[in-house]
């Protein structure tokens, strides 16, 4: 999470599971991969991947101030996210590098999704190495959000 200052604080999002691979449906479900939402109807495996589609619901979150699907609620949501389009900004005000990060992080196909390794090759981590203006930067966001 972020302070108003754009400090990074580590909390507990209440869920974990053991191992690579998992069958568990236990989280919150607006975060959720669609291969999670699978396991309310049938079984399914997924694995370290869900945690990418979570950092693309999240980086959305935190650009527009709600996660998508947010009015949503059990199966009409399960059904969005399995068979719906995968989530993207609703506003085109961010630069290419975000909305292709985002991109890579909500791929519904699990196979085509990078794992978080591969993401810190991408050019909008890469492209934003100084840490004192990315805070500077995501504080700015935060307190034109706070004004609306």
Known sequence: MLT???RVKIIDFGLATIGPISTSNAGTRCWMAPEVHACFTRSVHY?????VWSLGITAIEMAEYDPPHIKLRGTELSER???????????DIWSNKFQRFLYKCLQKDP????FAKELLLNRFITYNRDEDEVQYSIAEHIQKGAKK
């Open 47 to 51: 694995n370290y991947k869900v945690d």
């Open 111 to 114: 196979a085509k999704r990078p």
């Open 81 to 91: 996210i399995i068979n719906g389009p995968a989530p993207a900004l609703k506003e």
């Open 4 to 6: 108003s200052t754009a």
